[in-house]
């Protein structure tokens, strides 16, 4: 007790001789003030501060505060925890020697990395999943397809384009500023439920690649027929772009792969028709490749009906755009 009272003593010596006597009202009447720490507490010994005016820099009041307090815990993990056991931790105090012991809440879950759960399509999301190695616990999340265009205070060159297209075609009232605005959204909503889509006034690459098609086709910018460029490049006609469009919404199931090969099946024997004489045979053994090619792709994808469909449906179309060149071409 004498050790404390003369802590307080020498501490109220040291106030004199720096700021006067401390304490009383502050001469510019403020009410702000701050601490100043002489010394910190600790669990062995007081701790003392100033309280000072934030204006003048007046000593307000001396405050002593009282041991024991503020330990400085060292903690050592004896068990981890997880998302099924709680963990244990023991510590000490590297200033007065104090130990404990601690039961620590249970920790976090082992997540597997995100994988596709139901693959995002060109008009709606998808999602993904997480399962914990431990307790078998699920987490799954929505992700959006490439290529939207959404609701947006930024500039996009994209955004730009499809409001261009939505003009043209009598939806956009406004400019074309690349900005997916309120304006933006209620003529994407007007197309979308134009053409019978789902009316979200996102922009999917659905609707942006079917406002493209009737931006094409009015201004006939589509070939007759598919179009080969000089780097290899294909222009596909109308009725082709149209197919891959309505195909691509439907995604890998057989009611595209028949679509295509219903398509297959209609220009070649248009092909077949129109053919000389003397090209009967050669396209009558191209049928039979065909054939002979799908079979093989069916048996490379045996066991994944999803590839061997998706695998299907791009042989045919390379088919037909194939056909449909050569017809053009002639």
């Not at 304490?23 to 720490?37: L, S």
């Not at 791009?314 to 037909?320: G, I, K, L, M, N």
Request: charged residues 30%.
């Amino acid at each position: 007790m004498k050790k404390v009272i003369a802590a307080l003593l020498l501490v109220m010596l040291v106030f004199v001789t720096t700021n006067g006597l401390a304490g009383g009202p502050c001469p510019c009447d403020q009410k702000y003030k701050y601490n100043v720490w002489h010394t910190k507490p600790t669990c062995v010994s007081n701790g003392y501060y100033d309280e000072v005016c934030k204006n003048c820099g007046h000593v307000l009041s001396c405050v002593a505060l009282a041991s024991p307090m503020y330990h400085n815990w060292v903690w050592n993990v004896v068990k981890e925890p997880d998302c099924l056991h709680k963990g244990e931790r023991t510590g000490y105090c590297s200033i007065c020697g104090e130990k404990k012991k601690e039961v620590m809440d249970y920790g976090r879950h082992d997540f597997s990395d995100w994988e596709t759960d139901i693959p995002a399509t060109d008009h709606s999301n998808g999602t993904e999943k997480r399962i914990c190695s431990l307790c078998g616990k699920q987490e799954t999340r929505s992700y959006e397809p490439e290529g939207i265009l959404r609701l947006s205070n930024d500039k996009n060159e994209k955004v730009r384009e499809l409001q261009t297209i939505l003009r043209d075609l009598g939806y956009l009232k406004g400019k074309a500023d690349g900005i997916f605005g309120q304006l933006t959204l209620r003529a994407v909503e007007a197309y979308q439920g134009a053409k019978g889509f789902e009316v979200t006034g996102i922009a999917y690459p659905q609707t942006i690649e079917a406002a493209k098609l009737d931006w094409d086709v009015l201004n006939g910018t589509l070939p007759e027929h598919c179009e080969a460029g000089e780097d290899g490049a294909v222009t596909e006609c109308f009725a082709h772009r149209k197919l891959y469009l309505e195909s691509r919404s439907l995604g890998a199931v057989e009611e595209a792969r028949a679509a295509w090969q219903a398509e297959y099946e209609r220009i070649f024997a248009e092909q077949y028709e129109e053919a000389e004489e003397g090209a009967l045979l050669p396209l009558a053994a191209a049928y039979s490749r065909n054939l002979i090619l799908i079979e093989k792709l069916r048996e490379e994808n045996a066991g994944n009906e999803k590839a061997s469909i998706a695998a299907e449906i791009e042989f045919y179309r390379q088919a037909v755009r194939d056909i449909c060149i050569a017809k053009g071409d002639k």
